[in-house]
């Protein structure tokens, strides 16, 4: 049995540099996009947190300048994770 094995393995080694390689990926840019996504939702929820914290005790204008940040960490969130949508395709190579 293990001579079956053997020549199997063999075999393999012999064909494989006949074999055209295939390489799949999905590119990087997606995950770096996506990556930039998590952490604008993270600096949003931040900013979301401190304009409660100031509405609390009664500081309104830096509420609502915290709450603009929060807005607008939200927005470029939303635009990375499109971004990380249209640079999510598959990247096929063929070649040897």
Known sequence: MRKVYSLGV???LIASPAMAQVVIGGGNDAARHEQRAQQDRYDARSHAAQAQRDAAVGDYRSA???QH???HDM???R????KADRD???NLQFGR
């Open 75 to 77: 927005h470029d969130a």
């Open 10 to 12: 063999a075999a393999f």
């Open 69 to 71: 940040e929060a807005r």
């Open 79 to 82: 635009r990375q994770e499109h």
């Open 88 to 90: 999510g395709g598959v």
């Open 64 to 66: 609502a300048r915290e």
